[in-house]
DNA sequence: CCACAGATTGAGAACGTTCTCACCCAAGTG
DNA sequence: CACTTGGGTGAGAACGTTCTCAATCTGTGG
């Protein structure tokens, strides 16, 4: 432990009731509210914790209850809009119940999401809302779980782990999305995933198992609804109409020129987060192309910005704060002893219609 | 207390003393790496915890130790990219030198503030970076401070209290964003401040003593600086040109419309946050006016979508996330024992210059 | 062999709560 | 009067660590 320790001078239980003139025992039931304490002595020590100062000390409470009202959250990425608009919701549904948050981002890196797993279950966290890497440490996770720590896992899934889960149905979405460019007469729509490029081949070339292999993850479920729109319209899929190069604007924006430049370039595009579809409206009016006359654009998440901006943004909204919401839920009926089954809850997502995305 | 008891079955220190054949002392010695233990002993133990699952319980610790190793983070509303970039850098900071984040949405709402500052006391956090709401109740704050625990104020002061805080200099940059307005050839330029409409008085007529006090709050500053270029430029300041009705997008954009309607209306528009200038642009889109030609645009905060949209906004950047990053690292100066004159640390803003801002 | 420094060890206190348990006492009951 | 009932009370254990301190062990130099 570095640096030195700072000694508040916070006044304990037992200060407090020395000064009412009774026991600890007395001062304790007078402050906590529970057992039974004569009007007398209550108003006694209450003046006196008044005078003093008095603030409960959390930690001795947690180490006698075994509960410390307290839910760690991991995140990859606190700056995503999806990402803090759904711990807004799990705080909110944190604190309506009297429970406190204990914020982690991973940066998407495995370690780090280890390293919080680890840090969190010393902190006696009472459960885990978990938004894990896509190359999540099943064993780890499970470990916490095995630790007697319940876990609901946001958004992405991972297989094989005893745990609730919420998210939406991304392959339904996904291939919602594209039958709506598809019935626009759109041919050639591409895909922009923002994975990584080693997801690549699998995304365009999967197996017959593959796919269903690939579905585990959120980027590979719409992957694989996209597929399935295609398949289903008699299209064949073209492997370099998906790109995963990275999830940054940029990224985006530069898969956008490329797509853009092939021989029989795509004339719709489906961006699989907001950020994504930034990227291609910049790199559209770098090459001074626009949005919808020359390319439809479909992205999924209704961002704030997505009406206002011209034209406004045809998207997959998802209910992210209810997801959030509705994670933090499950965790504290969790927490507060429910045994029901492991539920893995899909909240429906809503097409908005505007004007990025017209007929060809 | 609600709820059941979940009594987790980790075992203690004791239980892998107990199974390595030593005593807890010494047990303790081996796990924490303090004391001095031989080999054999350490050896011994480190597999007994292994064996057994053993995970410190650092409630107990802080008990001993008077650290919790947890930094309080208050602000109004983690979904506003602002707050969410900020905590993305305290959070940084913290980890970096071992600290977690115990973070609490107080929705702008003042009792929630109050509330949530009452709880993290009683969870004896080591330290409180805190964007307070505008109305911040300095008692409550001082409170905190008096109980030990020192308090950083992000992006908003409050006078009189015994803080350390970091921001932007608020007055200049809106006068230097105002002043390029004006260097446009702009003579009626507009201000969308987003406060509330209490305030609206307050801002467009103030006394001479009462810029002064307004400049204590960040929208205050800020209208007291576009007040300083209109004046150095020798133009009168209309009060019906400042706005203050609502910081949601949709008020923006009514406000918006309400201020073309006027029989002079602005050519500029300077909007205090990014949310208000997508009010602002979707106002425009409704009236069939176009940006920059119609009126120009400029805005505080270089949101991601600020390069991508057409035309791109001109802003006033602020480096967010280094206002975060440093408001967590002089706080953790202090836990640690800095002992110096409280700081008000100014860092600087960059005014990025696009397209939606021309000459008149 | 003895004295001594330094490493190693364990008993037990401490942190600030909640909980268990026995005890006291006043008020009722037969 | 003896006997129960139950609200009110305080002593002390418990939670799981770290810390203090004295005791024991080890090896070294004389």
Redo the contacts between chains.
Sequence with gaps: ??????????PSIEIVAKEAGVSTATAGRALGGYGSVSRKSREAVLAAAERL?Y??????R??I????H?LGVLVPD??N?FF??A??GI??AA?ER?W??????TDEDLALERKAL??L????V?GLVVAPTDVADRDALQ?VV????PVVLLDRRVPGLEADTVGIDNRAAAKDATERLLKLGHRSVALLTGGDEKLRPKLSRPGLRGVERLAATTVGARAAGYRDALVEAGIEPRPELVSAEGFR?EDAAAATRRLLALPDPPTAILALDS?LA??V??AL?GLGLRCPVDVSLVAFDD???A????PPLSVVAQPIYELGAEAGRLLLDR???SDKRFTHRRLPTRFIERESATSR
Tied chains: 1, 2.
């Design positions: 432990m570095s640096g030195s320790v700072r000694r508040t001078t916070m100062g603030r409960p000390n959390s930690l001795a947690s180490m209850t075994g509960l410390t307290t606190i700056e809009p803090s608009r711990l807004r705080a909110d604190h009297g406190e948050v204990l914020l982690v981002n680890s840090v279950t010393e902190r006696r009472d470990a095995d630790a007697g720590i604007r950020l930034l990227g409206l910049q009016r961002a704030d910005w009406e206002a901006i011209s927490v507060q002893g």
